[in-house]
């Protein structure tokens, strides 16, 4: 069976008049993809029925074996569901997507629900939605709305193009490095004095991988370890040494508390972070003992 990827699509139609989030972001990956031309206009019957003419937030039919991904049609009380969400299903990253991309579940309510409603869901009052747009979301949306088609060469084309394949490598990206930690992270349980925490270490190797604070960072929430764990250890990206950290801005832990160690050549001055060039795990323990407080 042909994956969604493999699938021949030699066109993408959505909607006439306003752009919205979802149907921008719908079509920049499957411009990504596919590198197919967009056309802003109503589908026919024999667009719909074509699948190598992906039809994308217009057409009141989700049909991922005909490429038909519109939202519209679901009854008013339907889980928040956009036409992004439906290409992100049919390509099978949504649930990584929900998990890692947390702007996307208020893109969903925005779409569905209006700005009242999501304002409400996100307990914030209304006019803050307002007053989280950028400039960037507006002359996109605005540029995206005010040309019936967009094709390969052309600014927005080719900026869509770059969204898309951004999205989609920071999704793989992001599964390796929680599968990566997972497969090495260590728990220690560190003492001082009448007190024990908990740390997560992951060890350097040759293949350590880039932002492995966030990499570890992810995989605590992941795995819904954010009540657990007070700090993280992990490999330096500028030295030999390694970082400490705390894990949630957790309170007992303060960093300034060993940057007069002679092995420690950094400590942020707010101690939420140190940096140091020991190695040995017992004298990273002992640096995680002393800052705390």
Known sequence: MQSAADMTIDTIITHPGGAHKDDFLACSLMISLHGAPVLRQEPTDADLEDASICVIDVGELHEPENNNFDHHQFPRDYVPTCALTLVLQHLGVYEDARMFCDWLEPAEWFDTRGPKKTAEWLGVERDIISKMNSPIDITMLRRFASETKHQAGEPVYELM??????????????????????????RWEISSGETTFSALFLPRADDSIDEASSGLARYILVNELDKEIAAIIYPDSRGAGFGLARFNDHPNLDFTRVEEEHDVHFAHNS?????????????????????WK
Do not use: P
Request: hydrophobic share 35%.
């Open 161 to 186: 193009r770059m969204i898309g394949e951004d999205l989609l490598s920071y999704l793989k990206g992001v599964r390796d490095r929680l599968d990566y930690v997972g497969q090495r992270v260590q």
């Open 271 to 291: 101690g939420f972070l140190c940096k140091t060039s020991a190695t040995e795990e017992s004298r990273l323990k002992e640096f995680l003992a002393s800052a």
